[in-house]
Structure formats: C-alpha cells, structure tokens
C-alpha cells in the first residue's frame, strides 16, 4: 500500500464523525420523518434550503479549493459525506449540477472572471445550474448536436432544443452546447457556453417520466444572447471541454448518493426474503455486488487523490456501469417478489431505475469506451 492511500483514510475517520455529528442535527425532521405528506412544492423548497445548510455547515463543495469556497478535500471526502448523507435521510439539493459538473469545469479550462462570477453562488446554493448536451437527435452520438450559436458583435445568439435537460425547470443557468463552425468538420466544430436562463428567447417545457416524476425538460433557445466573455475554453474546443464535464459526470460524487440507495434497497430485500432458500442464491449475488460499487467508490477516490486521470477515466467508466446495471437488478427482484404493502416503493424504484443506464452514457456506449480505449479492441 503506498502512503498515498494511508493518509486520507486516517483523515477521513475524522471526517467522518464531525459530518455524522453535523448531520445528526442539520437534515431537517418534516423531511426525515414526514416527507410522504409534503406537496412537491413544499419538497422543492426543503431541498433549496437543504443546499444553503451544507454552505452555512461547512459542507458544500467538499472537493473544490478553498479559494473558490470550498473544503479544499478529496473525492474520498466527498464519498464519505454522500454515504453518510444517504444513511441520514438527507435531501438531495438542487445544486448537483453545478457543483459535480459546473465548477470542475470552470476550475480545469474556464477564465479567472468565470470562476469569480459563477462559482460563489454554485457553493452557497443560490444559482442551481442545467446541463444543455443532448438534443433530440443527439444523444449517444452528442457530436451531432444541430443547436447553434452563430457570431454577432460582442457574442453569439444561440438557437436550436435542448432535451432531458435535469433541473431546467429551476436553473438560473445552464452549459449548452453548441456549434460555432458548421464547416470545420465533426469534434471541431463545437463550443461551450454559460447561457443566462432568465432572459428572452428561453423556454422550457417539463417531460414526466416513467415513474411520474418531473426530474427534467425540454429547453428551446431562440436567439438567446451570450456575450464572449461566456464561452469556456476556445471557439472550437467544446468537444474537448464536453468530454472532460462527461468523466466528472461518471465519476464517484454522483455515484455515492445511488450506492447508499442501493445499499438501502438491497438490505430491505434481505430483510424480507433472507430467509427463504429460492432467493438465497439473487441475494448473495446483489449483496456482493453493492459492496464491489464501494470498493470501486473508494478506488476511483484514490486514483483521484494520487491525479491519475487515465486510470480515474476508466475506473469511471467500470463504476457506472457496475451500480446502474446492479441498481436495475435490485428492483427487479423487488418488484413482484417483495411483500405486496411494499410495492408501491419497488414500482417506483423500479421505474427510476430505467433511466440509468442511459443518462452520462448508456451502458452500451460505456462497453465501447472499455472495449476501444481499455482493452483496445478494433472500433
Ligand atoms: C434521467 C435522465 C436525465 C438526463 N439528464 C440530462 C441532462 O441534464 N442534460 C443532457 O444534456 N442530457 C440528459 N440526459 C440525456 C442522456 O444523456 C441521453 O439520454 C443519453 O446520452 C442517450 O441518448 P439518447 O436518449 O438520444 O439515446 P440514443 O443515443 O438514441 O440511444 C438509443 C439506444 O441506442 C444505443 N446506442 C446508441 N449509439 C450506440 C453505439 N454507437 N453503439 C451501441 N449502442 C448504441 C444506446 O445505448 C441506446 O440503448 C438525461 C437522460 C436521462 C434518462
């Protein structure tokens, strides 16, 4: 073991119990012990709030420097905490976005006047950010997005749609992806933007999922105006800033918070089937799957710590495909085979989990990420 991996976990149990005590008082109790009667409003609400708590706590942006607000930790801390969080029934805020995607974005490749004026208000909950990527006939293949943003003085005016964008209903902004440079051929000409959502020519349309939730929206930009100085990294270059925001987006933080809901779900399993002997062999399998997702967890955190960037890319690309594949398993078993009072939990999950195996690449495309770039298998 090399002292790199020795170190955090001595300063993570330290961690770990001043969060656990801060959380002890902090998740509010109408959410803990009463959030069935909330209306989605009231539940909006509760989580917005939720956001400015873990800023005024001390516990927003874990990972993030200190000179940008933040902790100034590692992934490993930021693991911990979501694990912790998830055992605690906390809610999950509305800064998601901005703060696993948004700020190591800006941080990586955006400008000093970026950061300045963005990540302030990612870290203290007042801004909730979007991501605008997929489009209707752009998903998988994400280089053949249509949106564009054509060169005017001063900036660009960006027209075109944007779908399954999560969170857009209560973003102040959003990243959008557009193409600057219709002739310049594919992965060249793109560009990434910080597009202002409260301004003309936006407009966002809510589409209920599966399950009946209302997680995202179909946004349309109708020469919307965004000025130079909102543009990350060159003209040109969005393909290569989109790649980097789509490795943080398959990486531990997200990943945390769904190990906990798994281990929670796999645990109720075990406590109404563990007994009988046709399930023994399901359960096993589920149980010791959920464990190797938090040995992977900590993994992808220690190649984090030690900057091995290669290595975290493809210990990613593992991870989401290792929980999203096993959480689809879980509810399988428990739609249909748990007790008949607990269906109405096990519909749901089993609904929410269709998704997770298509958002931040579906299960398909991350084969072909392992079998091109890990095992260098012919395209
Ligand atoms: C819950 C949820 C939240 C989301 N949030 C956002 C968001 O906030 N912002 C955003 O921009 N997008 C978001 N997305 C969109 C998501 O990124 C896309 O759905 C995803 O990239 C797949 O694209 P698609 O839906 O167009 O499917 P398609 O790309 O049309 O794929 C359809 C099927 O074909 C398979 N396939 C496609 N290409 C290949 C290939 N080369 N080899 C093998 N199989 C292939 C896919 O695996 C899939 O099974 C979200 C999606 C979901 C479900």
Not at 99 to 123: H, N, W
Not at 333 to 348: D, E, I, R
């Amino acid at each position: 073991m090399t002292t790199s991996t020795l170190e955090p976990i001595r300063d993570i149990d330290r961690f770990a119990s001043e969060a656990e005590e801060f959380l002890s008082t902090a998740v509010p109790s109408r959410w803990k012990e009463a959030r069935g009667t909330l209306t989605s409003h009231e539940m909006d609400e509760v989580r917005r709030q939720w956001d400015f708590t873990l800023w005024e706590g001390g516990y927003s942006g874990l990972s993030i420097p200190t000179e940008y607000g933040g902790r100034g930790l590692g992934l490993a801390e930021e693991i911990v905490f979501h694990v912790l969080a998830g055992k605690a029934q906390a809610p999950d805020g509305f800064t998601r976005v901005g703060k696993s995607l948004v700020t190591p974005m800006l941080i990586a490749v955006g400008t000093e006047q970026q950061r300045a004026q963005y990540i302030p208000s990612i870290m203290n909950g007042q801004e909730v950010w979007c991501q605008g990527f997929s489009e209707p006939q752009a998903g998988s293949d994400l280089a053949n997005i249509q949106a564009k943003a054509r060169r005017v003085d001063g900036g660009y005016l960006i027209n075109g749609s944007k779908t399954w964008t999560s969170f857009a209903q209560h973003a102040r902004r959003c990243f959008v992806l557009a193409q600057t440079q219709p002739d310049a051929g594919r992965y060249r000409n793109l560009s990434m933007f910080l597009v202002d959502m409260e301004q003309p020519g936006v407009s966002i349309s809510d589409i209920r999922q599966i399950s009946g939730a209302v997680h995202f929206a179909e946004t349309r930009f109708e020469n919307v105006f965004v000025p130079d100085s909102d543009r990350v990294g060159d003209d040109g270059d969005g393909w290569k800033v989109a790649m980097r925001v789509l490795g943080d987006e398959r990486g531990g933080i997200e990943t945390a918070a769904r190990y906990v809901e798994i281990r929670s779900d796999v645990d109720a399993l075990l406590e109404v089937l563990g007994d009988r002997p046709e399930y023994a062999s399901r359960l096993r399998d589920l149980d010791i799957r959920t464990e190797l997702v938090h040995w992977q967890l900590m993994k992808v955190a220690d190649l984090e710590s030690v900057g091995d960037d290669e290595a975290l890319a493809r210990a990613g690309a593992v991870l989401k495909l290792m929980w999203s594949e096993l959480w689809q398993d879980v509810t399988r078993l428990g739609v249909g085979h748990a007790p008949v009072v607990q269906q109405k939990h096990w519909s749901y999950q089993y609904l929410e989990s269709r998704a997770v195996t298509i958002y931040g690449g579906s299960s398909e495309i991350q084969r072909n990420i392992l079998a091109e770039r890990v095992l260098g298998l012919p395209k």
